[in-house]
């Protein structure tokens, strides 16, 4: 079985995950800092936002994945793909130290979670007719 829809989504956020890593390897070479953020703000930041994707996209890329297995529709892995993936492309630009309350920061995260509750109701639907 080919998994379609969901793989429209995994390279596009594979691309951002790779993307973010990289900013915060550039970082870490430039500053000569191996491991942590050694007080720095700029890297901590780049960390955070490296890390909140990995806490994130792989999770709902896999029950995607597993949805999309068991034969969800591809309009509902659409919406909680788009939504991923817009929601991963906008936490980074308000994920800052200096401001907790920047508005990116509530929009990527509130996308992400809508997908994660959008692919959780498809794989009860799928898995046991919920």
């Given at each position: 079985?080919?998994?379609?829809?969901?793989?429209?989504?995994?390279?596009?956020?594979?691309?951002l995950g790779?993307?973010?890593?990289?900013?915060?390897?550039?970082?870490?070479?430039?500053?000569?800092?191996?491991?942590?953020?050694?007080?720095?703000?700029?890297?901590?930041?780049?960390?955070?936002?490296?890390?909140?994707?990995?806490?994130?996209?792989?999770?709902?890329?896999?029950?995607?994945?597993?949805?999309?297995?068991?034969g969800a529709?591809?309009?509902?892995?659409?919406?909680?793909?788009?939504?991923?993936?817009?929601?991963?492309?906008?936490?980074?630009?308000?994920?800052?130290?200096?401001?907790?309350a920047h508005?990116?920061?509530?929009?990527?995260?509130?996308?992400?979670?809508?997908?994660?509750?959008?692919?959780?109701?498809?794989?009860?639907?799928?898995?046991?007719?919920?």
């Open positions: 079985m080919a998994f379609e829809t969901t793989a429209l989504y995994a390279l596009p956020l594979a691309l790779l993307i973010l890593w990289f900013r915060v390897t550039l970082m870490r070479a430039s500053l000569k800092v191996s491991i942590g953020d050694a007080g720095n703000p700029a890297l901590h930041e780049r960390i955070r936002q490296h890390g909140n994707f990995i806490e994130w996209a792989p999770w709902v890329i896999l029950l995607m994945a597993l949805a999309e297995g068991n529709g591809a309009p509902w892995l659409h919406a909680s793909g788009a939504l991923l993936l817009a929601g991963r492309l906008i936490h980074p630009l308000g994920l800052k130290a200096g401001n907790a508005p990116a920061r509530y929009i990527g995260n509130t996308a992400s979670l809508l997908a994660l509750l959008n692919v959780m109701g498809c794989l009860l639907a799928t898995s046991f007719g919920l």
